[in-house]
């Protein structure tokens, strides 16, 4: 962060400050993001109660829509199309799968439009920009908590025991949120400047959902495509989703480690360029 002092002699006071963003990498600074720590939870408290004020059963909304979308996939894909589940129940299936998929939706959605959705906020007063996308990943923690509480129910109808695995899917959950946020910080950017970024990601996102293992397993994929397939970090997600709730075969580590290579990489870029845009917020938002 840059401060620029301007006074009329040496023992007069500044007449004005001027405070303009880092332009780097470098200009990241962590101890500023952990001094707005309370202004994180407020923006994140905020959407939280805005997301269910006024609604009639709540935070149940949570688990239905992903609940839903598994009844719809068994109908489909299991009961017409056949397809394999990997010798699971195709239900239990589909929504392991579908627990990190929509929150990594929900939390790229809230992402995106985190910077346009605070602009009063940004024209008035000075804090850490970064706040802002970071804040749109963490709502749907919640949202994840309730349905994750829905497939263990499910896993018990079932007779599906947990596993071990269960000790790592933090792990995955957190490279969820990283490629959620990766992702955001490129496209709030962008959306700030040209709108049509939040509605065309609604579109996109529904076809990248059928471009990763949500209702089919990774197997179907031919050989020679597998590591092209690898590109899309979702792929590393569910399958280690899948591996640490419902104890299946441990997954290929290649799509893993390519996921993790990717998301650290778009990180870093979306980094940059975040804190390079984030000087014209203010006078475009």
């Known amino acids: 962060m840059k401060k620029e002092f301007a006074t009329t002699s040496p023992f007069e006071t500044p007449s004005f400050i001027r405070i303009e963003p880092g332009r780097s990498w470098s200009a990241l600074n962590v101890k500023e993001l952990w001094d707005f720590r309370e202004l994180l939870y407020f923006l994140t408290w905020r959407d ?53 998929w929509h929150y990594f939706t929900k939390s790229l959605g809230h992402s995106i439009g985190s910077v346009v959705g605070s602009a009063n906020l940004i024209t008035k007063v000075y804090f850490p920009r970064l706040l802002l996308p970071v804040s749109g990943t963490l709502p749907a923690f ?29 792990l995955f959950l957190l490279l969820a949120a990283l490629t959620a946020l990766s992702i955001g910080l490129w496209l709030s950017a962008i959306n700030v400047r040209y709108r049509d970024v939040g509605q065309a990601i609604q579109f996109l996102t529904q076809l990248w959902m059928f471009a990763s293992p949500v209702a089919y397993p990774v197997s179907v994929v031919p050989e020679k495509w597998r590591l092209l397939y690898s590109l899309n970090p979702m792929v590393g997600v569910i399958e280690g989703f899948r591996w640490a709730v419902l104890g299946k075969q441990m997954p290929n580590l290649v799509p893993i480690i390519i996921s993790m290579a990717i998301v650290f990489l778009l990180l870093v870029g979306g980094i940059i360029f975040f804190k390079r845009m984030e000087r014209s917020f203010a006078d475009v938002v």
């Open 48 to 100: 939280i109660k805005v997301r269910y004020k006024q609604t009639v059963i709540g935070v149940a909304w949570a688990a239905l829509q992903p609940l839903m979308t598994m009844v719809v996939f068994t109908v489909v894909f299991d009961k017409f199309a056949k397809m394999p589940s990997d010798g699971l129940p195709y239900p239990i299936f589909a929504y392991t799968a579908l627990l990190p």
């Open 142 to 170: 919640i949202d994840f908590g309730i349905s994750f509480a829905f497939l263990l129910g499910m896993m018990t109808w079932f007779g599906i025991v947990p596993t071990w695995g269960l000790l790592v899917l933090p």
